[in-house]
């Protein structure tokens, strides 16, 4: 491996969050190729530094201290360890999975409690009431729910157990074996489907963007922080339901597409009105109600396989095309089974035709659009009919492609989205999305399981955070897909650079085409692979952008993604064009003379090579 620049400045900001000071940050600084290569061998000069990880590979300082204190009060530190569930259906799944995994496992002394807010010292009813489920098992069975946890996203947030933290020091919020007299009030479970219709905009002269509940600082106040920080530390502590309820509506009309700009939110709630909309405007019957938010990404993409394993049974399922990592174990670990067809291929589909045409039944079909980290963009049209013809669903990632770009319902059951990135930005809270489509066959018995089924388990202190953060999602949409273009012109120009994947280059482009809106981009997401991974380490190590985990933020973040994702299996990876040599950009909002100069700069230090005579 070629000397690394530790002395520059860039390459100081090992485990530092990403963004820089930010408590939530969904990623984390690795600076150098060396250092990315060390977190993946669990060196203690990398681990030791980190501020913080992607929440679903770490464990957030604050869910870990919520967790340690749980297990202080109500088990044994010396043999017990705690995972934090928003609910006990969560925390059943955790032990389901525990079962399935291994059954020789002792699980008698694994417990499940509930906290629930003291009734003693009931918040206003106005207020988020604490609530939380700690799942105490054995430490030796740590492998198996860190998995769980990884592969499902079901484990409470880092603002979620801040929530409960505070609300456990201050005696609001009890396990709830103590919780005995008979007259206590029942404890709501919480809305369990998105029923409440409240106004997002009752008065738009009182705030902004139709927030009329967000309290302004008062200018008498001294020392008022930005509105961020001010939401984060005023009001985490103090949630409003209302707000919250808020929040939740316009994220789904944002995705749903009634929210097109900052000034349409809508004056009336009544979500049934919502079928006219630019997601649904070719899907009749169309409306936010098909609209469902999670906690995460992988979350959303857990409970639809979920769902559609209890709407249609227990069939294997396929996944098409490279996939990010944790989808493929869900499939493989949460159900029968899967056909993996990694590359993507028309000859995978012709195979999975004779498959179909010899009677081999299947669930359904997953995909992204496009792929992630090779951005290649599967045959919907061709899915859709196979689909059609042997009774299977299809269902979508559109994360890359994001709906701005693509419309991809029509070809889909169920598109699933990680809020986390793009439509977010700004790296600072995890999210997910699930819609249905109602033109589906499978859509009468999926819209059945979702009512009986579906637990709405954002945090609403997320939810405020999202929707602030989602408001300027088109005009930044419009910025990353020039920038990403840009970016991409200046890496195919390189000899040192073998191949550069992004929608517009790829082969597959007639399929990504296909599906492009009008005024749609092909994303802010891109990878290139080098001729030597030497070439590739020092352009990583001279890049200065921000470096670590994640993609679809406000700022440009590169990562050596199969090293990070695939580390212990890189040949597997590779003969599915996933080299080791490939690094990932997720272009940001820069000014795109500063980024061209970065991304040159980093190409310049790379060496040349004597070529043969």
């Not at 297990?71 to 969560?90: C, E, R, W, Y």
């Not at 009752?202 to 009329?212: E, K, M």
């Not at 196979?386 to 709906?403: M, P, Q, R, S, W």
């Not at 073998?498 to 482009?509: A, G």
Request: hydrophobic residues 35%; contains cysteine; negative net charge.
């Amino acid at each position: 491996m070629p000397g690394i620049p530790s002395d520059l400045p860039w390459n100081q900001t090992l485990g530092e969050t990403v963004p820089p000071n930010t408590p939530h940050a969904v990623s984390v600084s690795l600076p150098t190729w060396k250092s990315n290569v060390a977190y993946e061998e669990g060196e203690r000069w990398v681990l030791d530094k980190m501020q913080c990880g992607y929440p679903r590979f770490f464990i957030h300082r604050s869910i870990e201290r919520l967790a340690q204190n749980i297990v202080q009060q109500h088990g044994s530190p010396d043999i017990d360890k705690v995972m934090l569930f928003p609910t006990k259906n969560a925390a059943r799944r955790c032990k389901d999975f525990f079962q399935r995994q291994d059954p020789e496992t002792d699980l008698s002394n694994i417990r499940i409690l509930e906290f629930l807010p003291n009734p003693e010292k009931m918040p206003s009813a106005k207020r988020v009431l604490p609530r939380v489920v700690a799942y105490v098992y054995s430490k030796e069975l740590w492998p198996l729910a860190k998995a769980f946890w990884q592969h499902t996203g079901e484990g409470i947030s880092s603002r979620h157990a801040e929530f409960c933290q505070r609300a456990l020091d201050d005696g609001l919020m009890v396990e709830a074996s103590c919780i005995s007299r008979p007259d206590t009030p029942r404890m709501s479970k919480g809305p369990r489907r998105y029923q409440r219709h409240v106004s997002v905009d009752h008065d738009a002269s009182n705030g902004v963007n139709g927030h009329s509940n967000l309290p302004t600082p008062s200018s008498t106040e001294p020392g008022v922080p930005d509105s961020a920080q001010f939401v984060e530390e005023r009001f985490g502590r103090h949630l409003d339901v209302e707000f919250a309820a808020q929040a939740k509506l316009a994220i789904r009309r944002r995705i749903a597409g009634s929210l097109t700009t900052d000034e349409e939110l809508p004056q009336s709630l009544h979500t049934a009105a919502d079928a006219t909309n630019e997601r649904g405007k070719d899907i009749p019957g169309f409306s936010v109600d098909d609209v469902y938010l999670y906690p995460g990404g992988m979350n959303a993409m857990f409970h639809a396989h979920r769902s559609l394993m209890l709407a249609r049974g227990e069939l294997p399922s396929i996944m098409y095309g490279f996939p990010y990592v944790d989808a493929l174990k869900v499939l493989e670990k949460f159900g029968p089974g899967a056909t993996f067809y990694g590359y993507g291929s028309q000859a995978e589909l012709d195979d999975l035709e004779h498959r179909l045409e010899s009677g081999q039944k299947f669930l359904a079909l997953f995909c992204e659009f496009p792929s992630n980290p090779l951005l290649r963009s599967p045959n919907l049209k061709r899915i859709r009919a196979l689909a059609d013809k042997y009774d299977f669903a299809v269902v979508i990632d559109e994360t890359i492609g994001n709906f701005l770009n693509v419309h991809v319902l029509p070809y889909a059951d169920i598109v699933w989205s990680s809020l986390t990135k793009i439509f977010s930005g700004d790296s600072n809270v995890m999210a997910g999305s699930t819609i249905l489509n109602p033109q589906s066959r499978y859509y009468a018995q999926l819209k059945h399981i979702f009512n009986a089924e579906y637990d709405d388990t954002q945090f609403q202190g997320d939810s405020v955070c999202l929707e602030r953060n989602s408001r300027d999602f088109i005009t930044r949409i419009q910025r990353v897909n020039c920038n990403a273009e840009i970016i991409a012109e200046t890496l195919r120009s390189h000899p040192a650079i073998k191949q550069v994947n992004y929608p517009k280059y790829s082969d597959t482009r007639p399929y990504y085409d296909a599906c492009r809106l009008p005024n749609g981009g092909y994303g802010g997401l891109l990878s290139a692979t080098f001729h030597h991974i030497e070439d590739a380490q020092v352009f990583y190590d001279h890049l200065q952008t921000e470096k670590g985990p994640s993609l679809g933020t406000n700022f440009t973040l590169a990562s050596p993604f199969v090293i990070l994702a695939h580390y212990n299996e890189l040949d597997w990876a590779a003969q599915f064009g996933c080299e080791a040599n490939l690094i990932r950009f997720s272009v940001g909002l820069e000014d795109k003379e500063q980024l061209k100069k970065a991304f040159a700069l980093a190409l310049s230090a790379i060496p040349p090579r004597e070529t043969a005579a």
